[in-house]
C-alpha cells in the first residue's frame, strides 16, 4: 500500500516554507518570509507542524492520509479566521480592538493583538504547507472544496463577529437572521471535505507522473502557483461549524 512519512512530509513541508518566502505569491510570501526571519517562531512553527505530519503519516495508507492532511488544512482554516477578518474587513481602530476582545477577554489589546499574530503566523504557514502538500499527493478536489470553505467560513465568522460586536454596543445587527444560514452552508462543505469518497489513485502512474512505489514525487522547486486568498478557535474537522467561542465566557 502507498503512503508517505513524516520524515518525507516536513522535509516537502521545510522546502514549501523556503520556496514561498521568496516565490510565492504576496501574501504567502509574506507569511513565510516573516516566519523564516524569526528563528524562535520558526522553532515553535517546526514542532507544531512535526506533530500535525506525524498525525497525516500514522495511518501509512494513501485514503487515510488525505483525509488526515484535509482535516489539518480546515483546522488551519479556524485559526485564521481572526486575523484574516480583521485585515481583510480593513477592521480598525475601536471595532478591531471590540473583534480582539471576543477572543482575549479583557487582555492588554496590544499584548492580545500581538499574541493572535503569533498563532497567526505558524497556523498561516501550516497552512500553506498542506495546500501544497495536497497538491503534491493529487488530491485536487480536496483543495478546491477546502477553498470553497474558507470563503464560506471566513463569511460566518465575519458575520458571528459583527453580531457579537453589535450586542456588545447595544446595536441591532440587521444580517443576523442569516446566520444559521450561512453556518449551514460552511458545515455541508466541511463535511464534504472530511468525508467524502476518495477518488482512486491511477495504478498506472502517480500523481506525478512517476512509477508507483515512489509516491509522491519529490516536490519541485518552483514558482508556487496563485491562491485564492484564504478567510476560530481549533476544532476537530468532524464537528460542526459551531459559532467561534468568546474568551469572555471562560
Not at 500500500?1 to 510570501?29: K, N, P, Q, W
Not at 464560506?152 to 458571528?160: E, N, S
Not at 515512489?214 to 476537530?236: E, G, I, K, Q, S
Request: hydrophobic share 40%.
Amino acid at each position: 500500500m502507498l503512503y508517505i512519512t513524516s520524515t518525507r512530509l516536513m522535509r516537502e513541508s521545510e522546502d514549501a516554507v523556503r520556496e514561498h518566502a521568496y516565490s510565492g505569491e504576496e501574501v504567502s510570501r509574506r507569511i513565510c518570509s516573516q516566519l523564516l526571519a524569526n528563528e524562535p517562531r520558526y522553532g515553535e512553527w517546526h514542532a507544531r507542524h512535526e506533530v500535525k505530519m506525524r498525525f497525516v503519516a500514522h495511518p501509512r495508507r494513501r485514503d487515510p492520509q488525505i483525509q488526515a492532511l484535509r482535516t489539518v488544512a480546515v483546522e488551519q482554516v479556524h485559526r485564521t479566521a481572526l486575523v484574516n477578518y480583521v485585515r481583510q474587513g480593513r477592521i480598525t481602530g475601536a471595532a478591531r480592538d471590540r473583534a480582539l476582545g471576543l477572543f482575549h477577554g479583557i487582555a492588554d489589546v496590544r499584548d492580545a493583538a500581538l499574541a493572535e499574530h503569533r498563532s497567526y503566523l505558524v497556523a498561516a504557514s501550516t497552512q500553506v504547507c498542506a495546500y501544497d502538500l495536497l497538491g503534491l499527493v493529487g488530491d485536487g478536489e480536496g483543495l478546491t472544496l477546502i477553498r470553497r470553505y474558507e470563503l464560506a467560513y471566513g463569511q460566518y465568522f465575519a458575520m458571528f463577529c459583527e453580531r457579537e460586536i453589535a450586542r456588545q454596543v447595544k446595536a441591532s445587527y440587521l444580517l443576523g437572521f442569516l446566520l444559521p444560514e450561512v453556518k449551514d452552508v460552511a458545515d455541508r462543505l466541511r463535511l464534504r471535505i472530511v468525508g467524502a469518497r476518495l477518488k482512486p489513485a491511477d495504478p498506472r502512474r502517480s500523481p506525478g507522473g512517476v512509477v508507483p512505489g515512489l509516491w509522491p514525487p519529490r516536490m519541485p522547486v518552483r514558482a508556487a502557483a496563485p491562491r485564492d486568498p484564504a478567510p476560530a478557535a481549533p476544532r476537530f474537522a468532524g464537528q460542526p461549524a459551531a459559532p467561534p467561542r468568546s474568551r469572555m465566557a471562560r
